[in-house]
Each structure stands twice: as C-alpha cells, then as structure tokens.
C-alpha cells in the first residue's frame, strides 16, 4: 500500500509482482472452489488473505490470522518489531565520522 509521496520505481514494482501474486491466488481459489453450477463457493479461512512480503518472500496471511495479531484500535499490529531498532538508529544519526578519500592521487 503506498502512503504518501509519489511512488519510486521500486514501489511500481513491488505493486506488479503483488498484483500478479494476488491474482494467481484468485484464479487458484476459484478453480478450486468451483461448484457445478459455475459458481464459486469460498468458506475456507485460506480464501481471504493479504498477499505481502515477509522475509524477502512473497507470503499469503489469513485475514482471521491477522486479525488475532492487530490493534484495531490503533491500527497496528500488536509487535512492532521494529521499535528495537531505535537505540541503533540513534547512534547512526549521532556519528560524526570524517569519511576520507578511499583512494589516493597515482601521481606519486
């Protein structure tokens, strides 16, 4: 989901592989879930899901999976792991290191 700013090419890529893995999933449930009179009965809890990204791969989660992990109130989810990372990233944002050329002239 993109929100705020105008989306990179990064982004723009991320939205077409999510969008051809979502409509992948579709096409697999309405195949499997296709009665014999044409239409398509989903009652599986598998049958409504998020696609996203969870651990550099492409992973279907349960909605009803979410929802157990969810702050609805706050619209968060319940670990925010990455709040761990806040002592680290204010030591990066405090450092004051001189970066030096990483090559002298040849001319010597």
């Known amino acids: 989901m993109q929100q705020g ?23 697999t449930l309405c195949e499997k879930n296709l009665a014999e009179d044409g239409t398509v009965v989903a009652t599986d809890p598998d049958c409504a899901v998020l696609v996203g990204v969870i651990r550099r791969k492409t992973e279907y989660t349960p909605v009803m999976e979410l929802a157990k992990r969810t702050d609805f109130s706050k619209r968060l989810p319940l670990d925010q792991w990455w709040l761990k990372l806040r002592p680290l990233l204010r030591i ?17």
């Open 5 to 27: 700013g105008s989306p990179s090419p990064f982004d723009r890529n991320m939205g077409t592989k999510l969008g051809t893995k979502a409509a992948q999933k579709m096409i």
């Open 92 to 108: 990066l944002a405090k450092h004051d290191d001189v970066y030096t050329a990483e090559a002298e002239d040849d001319d010597q």
